[in-house]
């Protein structure tokens, strides 16, 4: 049954400035930020992105979070509440909870555009610049037919036009044999060794490779553009994210006594990968790295490109 909002009890009462009663389970009102909840969960949509209650995925989640409460009543009702493994798993998800809400407060309320713009700057000051060179190929299969082609290009000819009557091919030949912009370090190893010293404007070739015989034309050089900053942005929560979960869980092993009981391991626990980092720790979420978007309980980020590395 869906439910007007406001009611006169402190159980009516909206868990969170402008929410909203969206239906009942027998005593018990769901909110429209119960359903954003379990919607973020699900991974159905963003932490910071509008879940409209008039929407058809609103109202698919709203009847499986009413079928979740209806199923843990009538658990409740059997008392599999009151079972060993039933309280282990309700204290395991409260501790998750809690960190997660430790993280939201100690490691998230630190994040702001102040520190995403110095670790940004940081980020461009340590990059290398690559350069990009825009390629046109003529690739033949012979080394006489690529002969031939010098020849004709000698004589004036354009490459593309050459490319669209000659090149066998088939992927970038009725494109005048455009490449588009590549660096180096991803091309094949006989074109890099070609085009590495080659300026704009050069022909380069014949040289074999293996698909054939090729000549190359320099079309444009230029530096590869770095990230902008909201680009890098996601990467740069991210990484600000996991290192700050990381400087939290290392302060508290340091001031408590782990003891790892397993044979032929470790004794202590140590400052390694924040394994219970929270899963949810940041609405904004991304590796500086590369880019995180909220705190991730799997592998760490990697720094952004040319980002200092932790």
């Known amino acids: ?168 091919d088939e992927a970038t030949r009725f494109s005048g044999g455009d490449l588009g912009y590549s660096t180096v370090d991803v091309m094949p190893q006989a074109y890099a060794n070609a085009l590495r010293d080659a300026p704009a404007g050069s022909t380069v070739g014949p040289f074999q490779t293996d698909g054939g015989w090729a000549v190359l034309r320099v079309e444009d050089r230029r530096k590869e553009s770095p990230p902008t900053l909201e680009q890098a942005r996601p990467q740069i929560v991210r990484y600000l994210t996991y290192e700050g979960v990381r400087r939290l869980l290392e302060q508290l092993r340091g001031k408590a006594k782990v003891n790892i009981l397993l044979a032929d391991e470790p004794t202590t626990g140590g400052a390694e990968e924040p394994a219970s980092a929270p899963a949810s720790a940041s609405s904004a979420n991304p590796s500086p790295p590369t880019a995180p978007q909220t705190a991730s309980r799997t592998a760490p980020p990697t720094p952004p490109t040319g980002a200092p590395k932790p």
């Open 1 to 168: 049954m869906i439910a007007a909002c406001g009611g006169g009890n402190d159980a009516d009462r909206a868990p969170e400035p402008g929410d909203r009663a969206v239906a009942k389970v027998q005593d018990q009102t769901i909110w429209a930020s119960d359903v954003k909840r379990e919607a973020v969960a699900q991974g159905l949509v963003g932490e910071g992105e509008p879940l409209d209650v008039t929407s058809d995925l609103f109202r698919r989640v709203l009847d499986e979070v009413i079928d979740q409460k209806l199923l843990a009543k009538e658990a409740e009702r059997r008392g599999l509440d009151n079972s060993i493994l039933a309280q282990r798993r309700l204290k395991a998800t409260q501790e998750r909870i809690m960190g997660d809400m430790l993280v939201e407060n100690e490691v998230n309320g630190r994040i702001n555009d102040q520190a995403v713009q110095t670790l940004y700057q940081e980020q461009l000051r340590l990059a290398k610049t690559s350069e990009e060179i825009r390629v046109r190929l003529i690739l033949s299969r012979t080394r006489p037919e690529a002969d031939a082609v010098i020849g004709i290009l000698a004589q004036g000819a354009a490459f593309s036009a050459v490319a669209q009557e000659r090149s066998i």
